[in-house]
């Protein structure tokens, strides 16, 4: 006989956001629990803005794991954490909190997530290469850091809005190794001569605006250029199509948004995650 009682008691991580219900990040981190033999569960938590902070006493109440962030709650969770990654600090927004011996440790997988899909799935080292990015928002800012702490010896920021891309512009050259320059982002983009990887990190083409293009000159694109684009759902965007239609190798969302998944999930847990499994299981959910 087994002198060991049982435990019904899971290991609970999540996300806080608003809205949340569609948010599929929870079939990724079930599918890699279940493979993993793990006793965690993932929950959507519907959080409005203003009761992020009794959200947060109720994490720490249910003796939770960690936390996933998503819109509005990345930048406002920062005063509610008890320390930060240096690259959180650096970019001014958590995507994932971790706590560590009761203390809520506020960290950023999305950048972290694009470089290990470059490097995994599209088999390229950022170090030295030259960079452009379409777009200055969230995704593009953990983007561009992580980039330029990889080692991007050059990174672009192409924008609609000058001050959102400026301020980026600022950050890289202040706080990271890599040569940041901002371009205006108006009528057709033309891609410099020398690009290594030009990524779309706007949202457009976002489901369900999913026929949608960035504003480029395609023409500028050559087949030694690696195009990248963050929409993971459909994973085979209108703009990967247009690239791939130009000669250009393409990495899609899917791949971030399963790396940053994974990254967190190691955060956890402390065991490495089976991508191939998370992957498999969005792709299911996206019909990819
Ligand atoms: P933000 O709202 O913070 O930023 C949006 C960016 O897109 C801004 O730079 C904005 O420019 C630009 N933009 C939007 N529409 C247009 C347009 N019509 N023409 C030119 N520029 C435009 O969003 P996030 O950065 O948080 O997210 C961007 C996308 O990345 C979303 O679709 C999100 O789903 C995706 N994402 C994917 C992840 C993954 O793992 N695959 C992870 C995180 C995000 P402006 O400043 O001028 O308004």
Redesign the pocket.
Known sequence: MNDTPPSYLSDLVGVFGYPVAENPTIVMQEAAFRAKGLNWRYLNIEVRPEQLADAVAGLRAFNMRGINLT?PHKIAIIPLLDALSPEAELMGAVNTVVVEHGKLVGNNT?GK??VQSLREDAGMDPAGKRVVF?????????MAVEMALAGASHITIA???PE??LSLVELLNEKTPTQAEFEH?QGDYSVPDGADILAN????G?FPDVEAI??IDLNSISPELLVCD???NPPHTAFLQAAAAHGARTLD??G??V??GAIAFRMWTGVDAPTDVMREALEEVFGG
């Not at 379409?134 to 953990?142: N, Y």
């Not at 990190?201 to 457009?204: E, G, L, Q, V």
């Open positions: 819109i999305d997530g694009f379409l777009g200055a928002g969230g995704a593009a800012r953990a924008n609609r809005t959102r891309g982002w990190a706007t949202s457009i976002l960035p504003a963050v929409i993971p969302g899917l971030m948004l790396g940053q």
